[in-house]
C-alpha cells in the first residue's frame, strides 16, 4: 500500500451564473507558477490524499486549501459604493458584507466584485511579497549604556 498527496489549483471563472471551479493538479503550490487565461478572477490550492493498494485507488477528501487569489485590485467597501453609486441595492449589498464581517471586495480584471476574507490577497499583493527584502545596511550595535544615555 502507497499513500500519495496530489497538489491541485482550483481556477474559477465568475460568468452570469456562478462557475463551475476547474480543479487542475499541480507540481507546485506557488502562486506565481499558476497560469490562466483571463476569464479566471481567483485561485486557490488544495491537496488531495490518495491510497494504491494493489490494483486499488481511494481517493480522500479534498484538504489543506489555502486562501483565495484574485486576479484584481483590493478595494474598501467605501470604495465600492463610489464605484456602484449611492443607491439602495448597494447599500444593502454592503450592509450584508459588514454582516458577513467583510471590510475588502475585489474588483476583478473581469470587472467583477468579489468578497475578500481574512488572508485572502489579489496576485499583485502575493508578488509583492515574493520580492526580495532590501536588506538593512545601517544598523548599529547599542549598547544598554549607550541607550541609556540617549534616554537623559
Known sequence: MKKYIRHYVELVSIGLVFGEPKDVEVESRNPLDITCDDSVDCFRFFD????????????????????????????TLD????????????EIKIESLKEKGIEYVCHTRNNRFLEMHIGDKTF???KEESKPKKPVSNLKLVTAAQKRQVRK
Open 48 to 75: 488531495q490524499p490518495i491510497v494504491v493498494d494493489g490494483n486499488d485507488t481511494y481517493y480522500g477528501d479534498a484538504c489543506n486549501f489555502t486562501n483565495w487569489v484574485y486576479f484584481g485590485e483590493r478595494i
Open 79 to 90: 470604495e465600492f459604493k463610489a464605484l456602484n453609486g449611492d443607491d439602495f441595492s448597494t
Open 124 to 126: 499583485d499583493e502575493v
